[in-house]
């Protein structure tokens, strides 16, 4: 098994991505980011698609790509594989002959990669599929076969750039099993918009904004433990600012005391408060309980599960009963329990 250590930089007249990472071999790691982050920059770059302005790529200890002194790996010849939202088969041959190609292509014998490419498809969850043609599959069996034609060709290091955002739940769902599946013990690096496919997938997440790596770690301790707004939305949690204050935790008007499970600090230091909209209650505005604070409802959304109430300083979880009466602008009064924030402290 091979790893990946990567320098990448990649600078552009209104735009530049400057990021490290280090992938073990047989490690899977997530990389998420806002629309623009550079996500997919990243990736072009580590296939060899997106020349670098500076930095280093290296797979299984092997530079392939160096802009001083200059090395330059064709990216067929880089041990890498791109998988993207589009399974880009080869429209004119057949499912077999696709998944085919590339040992193919590498020397092996038509007939040994032909029963590799057949075996492939069984391992994917397409037996006796062979003889289809591209334009036969649906948009699921396109995305597997296009995992079997990666796969298929031995690669070092696999590379998926949000390979099921075009999928319906049910179907991407499906392939999501069939990759943490086929990928286990491949060195990988997917880049995702959903932290289902982060969990599912990964060993660890790395967060990239406006090019640069902002948090990295274990998935569920960045997830639980957010160092950004961004890496708060996707987790589906709260993060208020606030500081250490007489032992508790103030922000504005709220003021959490004892502020459970927070970490000791010194009066002043910042730290976000992070908690989920369902721990959040609108209670009665005449109440002055500790924990409490006053603010606005911006917007209602509904949800599986009854309306998110899109509060001024928070989002709050609530049911379709509790959400009659309430309309945006309204004044509510919301408390929150201390013994189920976490508090992290702030970079």
């Known amino acids: 098994m091979s790893g990946l250590r990567a320098h990448v930089v990649v600078a552009r007249e209104h735009f530049a991505v400057d990021a490290s990472l280090e992938v073990a071999p047989g490690e899977t790691v997530a990389v998420m980011g806002p629309s623009g982050a550079g996500k997919s920059t990243l990736l072009q770059a580590l296939a060899g698609?997106?020349?670098?302005?500076?930095?280093?790529?290296?797979?299984?200890?092997r530079v392939v790509d160096r802009v001083a002194p200059r090395v330059k790996t064709e990216p067929m010849k880089r041990g890498v594989v791109l998988l993207g939202q589009d399974a880009r088969l080869f429209p004119h041959l057949s499912v077999r002959e696709n998944v085919a190609f590339g040992p193919r292509a590498s020397g092996v014998g038509?007939?040994?990669?032909?029963?590799?490419?057949?075996?492939?498809l069984v391992?994917?969850?397409?037996?006796?599929?062979?003889?289809?043609?591209?334009?036969?599959l649906s948009g699921g069996e396109g995305q597997r076969v296009a995992v079997a034609r990666a796969l298929a060709a031995?690669?070092?290091?696999?590379?998926?750039?949000?390979?099921?955002?075009?999928?319906?739940?049910e179907t991407a769902g499906e392939i999501r099993r069939m990759l943490r599946d086929q990928l286990a013990g491949t060195t990988t690096v997917a880049v995702t918009h959903d932290a289902a496919d982060a969990v599912a997938l990964a060993d660890?997440?790395?967060?990239?904004?406006?090019g640069r790596v902002t948090q990295s770690g274990p998935v569920r301790e960045v997830l639980g433990a957010p160092a950004s707004g961004f890496v708060a939305s996707i987790a589906g949690v709260n993060r208020l600012i606030g500081v250490a204050s007489d032992g508790g935790w103030r922000s504005g008007e709220l003021r959490l005391t004892p502020a459970i499970g927070a970490p000791r600090a010194r009066d002043g230091a910042r730290l976000a408060a992070v908690f989920r909209p369902s721990d959040v209650r609108i209670i009665d505005p005449a109440s002055s309980d500790a924990d409490t604070w006053r603010t606005r409802i911006a917007r209602l959304e509904a949800t599986l599960a009854g309306v998110r109430v899109h509060t001024e300083v928070c989002e709050?979880?609530?049911?379709?009963?509790?959400?009659?009466g309430l309309a945006p602008g309204d004044p509510v009064q919301l408390r929150i329990d201390p013994a189920v924030v976490r508090f992290v402290a702030v970079r």
């Not at 599929?129 to 334009?135: I, K, L, T, V």
């Open 49 to 61: 698609l997106e020349p670098l302005t500076a930095g280093e790529i290296a797979v299984g200890g």
């Open 110 to 120: 038509a007939r040994t990669a032909r029963d590799s490419a057949d075996e492939w």
């Open 123 to 136: 391992r994917v969850g397409l037996p006796g599929a062979g003889d289809r043609m591209p334009r036969e």
């Open 154 to 169: 031995s690669p070092q290091v696999v590379l998926l750039d949000e390979p099921l955002v075009a999928l319906d739940p």
């Open 204 to 210: 660890r997440l790395i967060v990239l904004e406006s």
């Open 316 to 324: 709050v979880d609530v049911s379709l009963g509790a959400a009659v």
